[in-house]
DNA sequence: ACATTAAGTGGACATGTGTCCGCTTCGTGC
DNA sequence: GCACGAAGCGGACACATGTCCACTTAATGT
C-alpha cells in the first residue's frame, strides 16, 4: 500500500505494517515453502474453484503440514489475498497512473470518480471468488475482510476523490464525505457485487451505469 | 409475506411457500420441540451472544439431539429468522400502515421512501445480530441470507416505492428502478451496516442523513 | 567447524457444522 | 383397541477450521 499525494488529494494508505526493521527475515526453507503453496493453492482453486478447496487440500497437495500452511497463512481469506497480491498492486498502479493524469487534464473530479468507481467494478468482476473469500475473514473473526488492505485502499481512493470534488467546488460542502463514500462502495463489496451478477443477474453495465447516475446526481 | 396493493404501488412479496395444502401437519411433539427449541435459542443468544451459542449448544439446552434441532432448522441462519420472525411481521405491518397513512395524506412518493429507509435503519440496528447471522447463511452455502425472505420484502418494498416515485414523475424515468432500489439497500445489509456501525463508528443519525441525501438528489 | 537458538515443521487434537440412519412414537383407519 | 406407516428422534459420524507442541533445522557468532 502506498500513499500518494498527488496535487492536493489524498488518496491510497501510508505504508504502516512495513516490519520497523527489527523482524528477522524468513528463513529461506520458510520462503520456499510460501512460494510452494501459493503455487499449489493456485492450481487447485482454477481446478475446482475457491470454494471446494480446503486448507487440508492445499496442505496435502504442497506436500506440508497443516500447521506449517496456518504458520504462513492464518486462514483461506489471508490465503486469497496474498494469490491477488501482485495482480491488485498492478490494478493500484494502472489506476493511480490514470488519475494522475487526468489532474494533468483537468479533468472533472467527479468524472475521475466515475472511472474510478468502474475500474473497481472490473476489478471486482474478475476477481470475485477470491474477493469474497477475502471479505469473509476467518470463520472465527468473520467479516473482518473490509478492514483489509485492498477493500480499505479502495475506500481511501474513492472518498480521497470525492472530497477532492467537494473542495473543487463540485459537490455541496454539506456532504458527509466519509459515510458517501462507503455508500458509493458499498454494492461492489465482493458479496453484494456477487449478489448482484448471480442471483439478480444484472450486468457489468447496468451495475456502472446505476452508480453512475447516482454519482452523477451528487452535484448541487 | 403479504402481498399488498395500495394504489397502484405494490409492495411485499406473493405468498409462495405457503404449503400447497397437500403437506401433512406437524406432529405434536414434535411442535412442542420446535417451540422450546426456540425458546431455550432466545435465552442462550440473550445471555451470551448470538455468536457465541452453538448449533450443540442449543440442542444440549433444550434436551433434543443434534438431529432433531436440524430437522427443525438447517442451520443457525434458519433459526435466527425464526426468532425474529414475530418481530419482523410486527415491523411489516407497522410500515405497510404507515405507507399506507402516507398515501393517504397524499405524500410525495420520496418522501414515504426515505421514511421507509429510515425504518429499516432502525430495524437493522435493533436486530442486528441476528440479522448478520441470518444474512450469512449456513456455512456449506454462504451469504445465501439475501435471499432470504425479509431481505427481500425489504427490497420489494423499497423498489415498490421508487418505482412510484419514478410514476408520479418525481424522478426520471430514465433510472434503472431495480437496480437503483438495490443500491439504496446495500449500505444497510447487515454485515455491512455493522461495518458502518462498529468498525467505522457512524452513528445512525449519520447513516440516515447519507442515505437520505442520496435519496434526496435522485430527482431530476 | 561448531554451538546456540529462534524460526520452522507436521501431525495430533479440540471444536463446530451438518448428515445419516436405525430405532421410537404419534396419529390415523379399521 | 390395534396395527401400520410416516414423521420424529438422537447420537455417532464425516469433514472443515484452526490450535498446540514436541521435535527439527537453518542462520548467526565465535
Known amino acids: 500500500m502506498r500513499l ?120 471486482a468482476e474478475k476477481h470475485s471468488a477470491l474477493l469474497c473469500e477475502a471479505e469473509r475473514g476467518g470463520v472465527v473473526v468473520p467479516n473482518s475482510g473490509l478492514q483489509a488492505p485492498p477493500m480499505m485502499w479502495q475506500y481511501m481512493t474513492i472518498r480521497g476523490l470525492l472530497q477532492a470534488a467537494v473542495e473543487a467546488g463540485e459537490v ?5 464525505v466519509p459515510v458517501t463514500a462507503d455508500m458509493l462502495l458499498a454494492p461492489l463489496h465482493p458479496s453484494t457485487f456477487s449478489f448482484y451478477r448471480r442471483a439478480r443477474g444484472y450486468s457489468i453495465e447496468r451495475i456502472n451505469a446505476g452508480l453512475k447516475r447516482i454519482v452523477g446526481r451528487l452535484p448541487r
Chains 1, 2 share one sequence.
Open 4 to 123: 500518494l499525494l498527488v496535487d492536493e488529494i489524498q488518496v491510497g494508505l501510508p505504508i504502516v505494517n512495513d516490519s520497523g526493521g527489527a523482524e528477522r527475515a524468513e528463513r529461506c526453507d520458510a520462503a520456499a515453502n510460501r512460494a510452494r503453496i501459493l503455487a499449489v493453492a493456485e492450481k487447485l482453486f482454477a481446478a475446482r474453484g475457491v470454494a471446494e478447496v480446503t486448507m487440508a487440500d492445499i496442505a496435502r497437495a504442497a506436500g506440508v503440514g497443516q500447521g506449517t500452511l496456518y504458520r504462513r497463512f492464518a486462514n483461506k481469506s489471508e490465503l486469497s489475498l496474498a494469490l491477488m497480491d501482485r495482480q491488485f498492486r498492478e490494478f493500484q498502479d494502472s489506476v493511480m497512473r490514470q488519475i494522475n493524469w487526468m489532474i494533468g487534464a483537468r479533468a472533472a473530479r467527479l468524472g475521475q470518480l466515475e472511472w474510478a468507481l468502474e475500474s473497481l467494478i472490473g476489478f
Open 172 to 176: 455541496s460542502r454539506e456532504i458527509d
